[in-house]
């Protein structure tokens, strides 16, 4: 009788043993589907990959990414529906390009200009957004992941330098949203051209040039086309290009939650180095090219944000008008990156 149960426990403990591992490779085959529009060559990706390699590993394995890159899973006008809709798990998003929601990120794309550093910008816009949750409140039932350092944009010109505010009047520049009125109060033209457009309109003159940032100069080769780049550095805000479906994210265990959420910060970190040397490459590649870099001078840059500051207000006022608190986030923004900018020159 003796035997007979220690037969029956060690049966016992070997189908416990059995399920055990069944439970370690179950949970070893944790797949997300990540969708990108960036091509898996793309620096951009590069921070990506780093990414997945660093959950994967200090999952031990039980977390797997799956991407699909190049548009092949998520469309760059579709994203964050297709996120939504749950085709990929998470998704590399563009909220500007939504056909609806997203008025706030839409229209306080420009409240953050004049900021100076990457890394500061990033801890402001978290300030920001700490006061105002109706922010990240636009992404609904999307899981915000990681924030962007935000588009740097320069003015790219074919024929004529800017050298002033003033060298705008009568020139026709490829601009989208607020920089077209931006444009249009200093006397230029505002060419809402598809960026895979500028090429070709610039060499043939049909626009006079574009604003844009660094990483086209070799993306777009539009270092080929400028001869002169005058430095506006004015930085539209940050956004979270990375989003997760809630639903797939709601299903993953506690502790894989965590080691995706304490990794946000090294994939941020990871996204602008890479940012920081896509610029450099568009930068050098200029260089080789002689093109011309021109600076404004301050007075001449505070010309250029009293426009800017004009129009963002009009902006915040029309977005007051839908029950947002656009204006005073406006001036609460304004004293933020003023504040970081001294921080900075201490």
């Avoid at 998704?91 to 306080?108: D, E, H, R």
């Amino acid at each position: 009788m003796k035997k007979k149960r220690m037969m029956v426990l060690f049966i016992v403990g070997i189908m416990m043993m059995a399920f055990s591992s069944m439970d370690v490779i179950h949970a070893k085959t944790i797949t997300l589907r990540y969708g990108s529009t960036y091509a898996e060559n793309h620096t951009y990706a590069k921070a990506d990959l780093d990414f997945f390699a660093k959950v994967e590993r200090e999952s031990n394995g039980r977390v797997k990414f799956q991407p699909y890159w190049a548009g092949s899973l998520i469309s760059m006008r579709e994203s964050v529906d297709d996120v939504k809709n749950g085709i990929c798990d998470i998704g590399n998003v563009i909220p500007g390009y939504s056909k609806s929601g997203f008025a706030l990120q839409k229209g306080m794309a420009s409240f953050f200009y004049g900021f100076e550093d990457y890394q500061n910008l990033r801890k402001a816009v978290r300030e920001i957004e700490v006061k105002y949750p109706e922010i990240v409140g636009e992404y609904g039932n999307l899981k915000p992941l990681r924030l962007t350092s935000g588009i740097v944009y320069q003015l790219f010109t074919s024929k004529k330098a800017v050298r002033s505010v003033d060298d705008l009047r009568g020139m026709q520049i490829k601009a989208s949203a607020i920089f077209v009125k931006v444009l249009t109060r200093l006397g230029g033209v505002g060419a809402p051209v598809p960026m895979f457009d500028v090429y070709t309109t610039m060499e043939k003159g049909t626009i006079d040039g574009a604003f844009a940032p660094y990483e086209t100069l070799k993306a777009f080769r539009f270092a080929e086309v400028s001869k002169y780049i005058t430095r506006l550095n004015v930085q539209a805000t940050p956004f979270y290009d990375m989003v997760m479906n809630r639903e797939s994210w709601n299903k993953l265990p506690s502790d894989i939650q965590k080691i995706i959420d304490d990794n946000i910060e090294y994939w941020e970190q990871r996204y602008i180095e890479q940012s920081i040397a896509q610029d450099q490459e568009g930068i050098d590649l200029a260089k080789q090219y002689k093109v011309e870099f021109i600076d404004f001078s301050e007075d001449e840059m505070n010309k250029l944000y009293e426009v800017l500051e004009a129009e963002s207000l009009l902006v915040a006022k029309d977005l007051d008008a839908k029950g947002f608190r656009a204006t005073q986030m406006f001036h609460d923004i304004r004293k933020v990156v003023e504040k970081y900018n001294k921080e900075m020159k201490r």
